[in-house]
């Protein structure tokens, strides 16, 4: 049985800006998430990783690049761990998405979401399912760094602890997180762990009131 390393990406500049980034190419990270992705370098050094993933996005590759080049690693490309396909929405502002009819649906019932032009929650939770169920059957034994998003990594979370898919909104991964689990039995063994210290934002208040943006992971951004 392989153990999973779920790794989300450090803080790119969308995450930064407070923008829904997608698929969108050339979101790079920010100024902290490069602090970030050098400073995971030690701790993903001590869990003996034997082989890594990534989703083929930017940055996620950043991400990963700084302890690849010092543990002389090789990175694969997983397409099945990509960001969800946000389609029209990618690029927008999250603030502004709020007040979009479609965003109450997105978090109350997901399963019954496609984006605008883009993809399902559906179809986002089969294709992480297929990507791990393929690479448990090609690794049976060692740990498995996968670089990740949040609502992808979101959705794992959710099927190892057996929740609906319309309440994995509820679940919150931060950037430069990493959740483990053993997969296929799907025993989740750690989830939204730091691995450095990161300093959070103080979230945005309107009449007292604490904006809480989960669309693309759950943290405030």
């Known amino acids: ?10 803080e790119s500049s969308a995450n930064n800006a407070g923008i829904l980034a997608g698929r969108l190419p050339s979101i790079s990270l920010s100024r902290a998430g ?3 992705s050098r400073a ?20 996620c590759l950043e991400t990963i690049e700084p302890f690849a080049k010092s543990s002389n690693s090789k990175v694969t490309s997983a397409p099945n761990f990509i960001e969800m396909d946000y389609g029209d929405w990618s690029g927008r502002k999250l603030s502004a998405l709020r007040r979009e ?12 979401v496609r984006f605008p032009n883009g993809e399902s929650f559906q179809e986002m939770q089969a294709r992480i399912q297929k990507g791990l169920n393929d690479l448990a059957r090609k690794h049976k034994k060692g740990r498995v760094l996968i670089v990740s998003h ?3 990594i ?7 602890l057996g929740m609906n898919l319309d309440d ?24 939204n762990i730091p691995l450095l210290p990161i300093k959070k934002k103080t ?14 992971g759950g943290t405030n951004v």
């Not at 479609?102 to 997901?110: A, F, N, V």
Request: proline letters at 5%.
């Open 34 to 36: 490069k602090v970030q």
């Open 150 to 152: 949040g609502d992808p």
């Open 1 to 10: 049985m392989a153990t999973i390393y779920l790794l989300r990406h450090a």
């Open 168 to 191: 994995f909104q509820k679940i919150v991964v931060d950037p430069a997180s990493l959740t483990i689990i053993d997969w296929p039995s799907g025993t989740l063994l750690g989830s």
């Open 40 to 59: 995971i370098v030690k701790t993903l050094k001590d869990l003996e990783i034997t082989h890594i993933y990534s989703s083929p996005i930017q940055r």
């Open 101 to 112: 009819k479609l965003w109450k649906s997105i978090q109350k019932r997901p399963s019954t």
């Open 154 to 160: 979101k959705v794992v979370i959710a099927s190892a």
């Open 203 to 216: 979230a945005k208040r309107k009449a007292g009131v604490t904006e809480r943006r989960v669309l693309g």
